[in-house]
């Protein structure tokens, strides 16, 4: 059987260039970065050396990476971190009704203990818009989090506009660029973002391993206390080979971001192109405009995107129906909602995101597929008289 992995947003493969990085830390280069001794100094320079190729990626000081085991602890950490330390400054807290749950459930927490949270409404086409942030921002505003690009329709904000915005009335602004990393091209100082999360995973690197940008002159508490790690601010054995790994796909992303973006944006339309013209009653969610280069959330109305996904899975094709983080869960999709979809078709959306290794191939294969799929599910819809199919 054929096999198409078409959910490069839940996870991508490590390249095998990251792999290779990699394999030394575990077993020669065993040494704990903290130690004096040469073993200790070799894992020391090789932290350093991947410290400064994910600041690289993003136009950073390497003294403003902060790693963590992921995207999620860098987005808890900015959240608690800021309503900690400036309390004596305000309670509000400013995010959208897009953002991933690492940062929707932080917020709901703080809420739960005294803190105000305004959750922004967006567009149809999943934006927010700068006047609708700058109306929402009060004396008490102490932080303002928007994520980059959203982790199921795709939508890339106007960061540096929104970032204005904060930095107007002089407040800290955060992003949530574990979709963006190595898929739009970001400049943190350009843009203007305080802090910024970003993971391995998402860019061909190892899971377990991401990272906090937090602009020199930020102080925040600590999230994790105990030893000096991560330049005093995160305690915890460094997770080396992790690091290592991510800081080569860093690397390799920058290198390859032009190659990538078009290999993936010229994929994404073939397979928005073929389904739509051949398969009726479908659309896209989201802008077409501002897109992450490989994602299709499509809708296909009357029939249920589990089953979809379901009988793709049985032909060999893997993709979502949302966020991976929440796939477990029966509730509608909180982005589709939020951009307005009726539940209903909420229930019959796919999320497609292709990658580095995807082919045209791939695509042909996966769109036969949904043909048989599709029909074969729509002929048992209770619409399908009303409809003739």
Known sequence: ??????????????????????????????????SLYTLGLEAKAALDKAR??????????????????????????????????LKDKGNHIITTKIEHHAMLHSCEFLEKNGYEVTYLDVEPDGTVKPETLEAAITDKTILISIMFVNNEVGTIEPIKELAAV??????????????????????????????????????????????????????????????????????GTENLP???????????????IDEHIKHCSELRNYLVERVLNEIPDTFVNGTMEHRHPGNANITFEYI??????????????????????SSKSLKPSHVLDALGVPVEMIHGTVRFTVGDFTTKEDIDYVVESLKEVVEKLRLLSPVNEEKGW
């Not at 078409?6 to 490590?14: E, F, G, K, N, R």
């Not at 993003?58 to 608690?80: L, Q, R």
């Not at 690091?243 to 290198?255: D, N, P, R, W, Y």
């Open 52 to 85: 400064a190729q994910v600041a690289d990626l993003i136009n950073a000081n390497p003294k403003e990476i902060y790693f963590t085991g992921c995207g999620s602890e860098a987005d808890n950490w900015t959240v608690f971190g800021v309503a900690n330390a």
């Open 1 to 34: 059987m054929r096999k198409v992995y078409l959910d490069y947003s839940a996870t991508t493969p490590v390249k095998d260039e990251v792999l290779q990085e990699m394999i030394p830390y575990f077993t020669q280069h065993f040494g704990n970065p903290s």
């Open 242 to 256: 992790g690091i290592v790994g991510f800081g080569k796909a860093a690397e390799m992303a920058k290198a390859n």
């Open 166 to 235: 904060a930095k107007k009335h002089g407040i800290l602004f955060h992003t949530d660029a574990v979709q963006a990393l190595a898929n739009v091209p970001i400049d943190v100082k350009d843009l203007g973002i305080d802090l910024m999360s970003m993971s391995a995973h998402k860019i061909y690197g190892p899971k377990g391993v991401g990272a906090l940008y937090m602009r020199r002159g930020i102080r925040i508490p600590n999230y994790i206390h105990g030893g000096a790690q991560e330049m005093g601010k995160r305690a």
């Open 304 to 325: 249920e995107g589990e089953s979809i996904l379901l009988l793709l899975d049985y032909k060999g094709i893997s993709v979502s129906t949302g966020s991976a983080c």
